[in-house]
């Protein structure tokens, strides 16, 4: 009946405006919690949250407490890493690379992205800030906490304020990878983080955050099938890095906490929308959105006259960290190809749920 389908597609359009607001707004308010109160790395917050408000539902109560115990407990070994690193790191980096294997083998097997994203701030951003000061190195690894507490939090309160919906779509079940798959892409994975690192430590480099973004990079486009994919990921980076140099300029011309609120607001709620649709560029509008957050919040946490060389170093940051990601990917599967079962061969795992 076309009644039906009007109502249908009235109803699809609501639900997707429901989930679009309930990112928009989430992370916004989490951005803005981070910006008010300033604590270390505070722009990372926005980054946990966002995949939690993108579920059909919010995290129970035992799941929440069990993200947090994990992420305490990857902290505290961080910090040992961490000290590892000063004191042997030649027995640090030859540590490295199974602990690398391992944390790539356990996402790609659908662990929790997650706890993916906090092992890899774990191995890839405390051993680096170590060669600071104790004091600072610790303030980092308390951050992570604080960070995915005040995400779950926030979490809780948006879907409080923007209930599920029944029509919300569930989890799509998606492919698995046979176990040989997942090992080739680990190694992979491990073999271009892993030798950034070596290279990292040998010249003394002091740009900490460049490690961790080649990770990030390298595993979301070691995610993507194809060429054009990995690509259109660059792509989208350089223009989230536009993107929040345009919020850095209006910012420095009207320094004001309500304006950067509503700016933050504007743009988050356009991206959520984007990335809450079904198109097929979707996930490249949360590639977007994690740089924004990344990019803007560092150059404006706080409202420091340093901010425009900071947003400038960054953008060199993750331009250079995708760039050596993304070309390294492509050069590996060249030399070391995906090999398709034989036909007839049934696929091992058909399918599984995303964790």
């Known amino acids: 009946m076309p009644t039906e389908s009007v109502s249908d597609q009235a109803l699809t359009r609501r639900t997707h405006g429901r989930r679009a607001l309930r990112l928009g707004v989430g992370v916004t308010v989490t951005f803005l919690i981070a910006l008010a109160f300033d604590w270390t790395l505070a722009y ?40 590892i690193s000063q004191a ?43 060669n600071t000061t104790v004091e600072i190195t610790r303030k980092v690894a308390g951050s992570f906490v604080g960070n995915i507490g005040l995400s ?11 209930p599920s919906m029944p029509t919300e779509p569930q989890p799509t079940p998606k492919p ?20 950034y690192l070596v290279v990292y430590f040998s010249l003394e480099w002091t740009n900490v955050h460049t490690p961790l973004y080649i990770a990030v990079y390298a595993y979301g486009a070691n995610l993507a099938r194809g060429l054009v994919v990995s690509k259109s ?17 209006l910012t420095v011309m009207t320094p004001h906490f309500v304006f950067v609120a509503a700016l933050v607001l504007t743009v988050n709620l356009v991206l ?12 490249l509008a949360g590639f977007a959105l994690s740089v924004v957050m990344i990019i803007y919040g560092e150059s404006i946490v706080p409202f420091s006259d340093g901010g ?10 993750l331009g250079m960290a995708a760039m050596y990601a993304i070309g390294g990917l492509y050069i590996l ?9 034989a036909v007839g061969t049934p696929p091992e795992n058909a399918a599984t749920l995303d964790g």
Not at 117 to 127: E, F, I, R, T
Not at 152 to 162: A, G, H, K, P, R
Not at 177 to 194: D, F, K, Q, W, Y
């Open 176 to 195: 698995s990878l046979s176990s040989m798959e997942v090992n080739r892409r680990a190694l992979i994975l491990t073999a271009l983080t892993g030798s």
């Open 88 to 130: 042997y790191p030649a027995l640090f980096l030859f540590a490295l690379f199974p602990i690398l294997f391992w944390t790539y083998r356990y996402g790609l097997r659908g662990g929790s992205g997650l706890v993916l994203l906090v092992l890899l701030l774990g191995l890839m951003l405390l051993p680096m800030v170590a």
């Open 272 to 283: 959520a929308r984007m990335i809450t649709s079904e198109a097929t560029w979707a996930p």
């Open 333 to 341: 599967n060249v030399y070391f190809p995906e090999k398709l079962p």
């Open 44 to 83: 990372l917050a926005p980054i946990f949250a966002a995949p939690l408000l993108q579920k059909s539902m919010a995290p129970s109560l035992r799941q929440a407490v069990s993200v947090l115990g994990v992420t305490f407990v990857i902290m505290m070994l961080s910090l040992l890493v961490g000290g």
């Open 152 to 162: 779950l939090v926030v979490t809780y309160i948006m879907f409080e304020l923007f």
């Open 308 to 317: 425009g060389s900071n947003l400038i170093d960054r953008l060199g940051e």
């Open 233 to 249: 990921i660059l792509v989208s980076n350089v223009a989230a890095g536009l993107l929040a140099l345009f919020m850095y300029e």
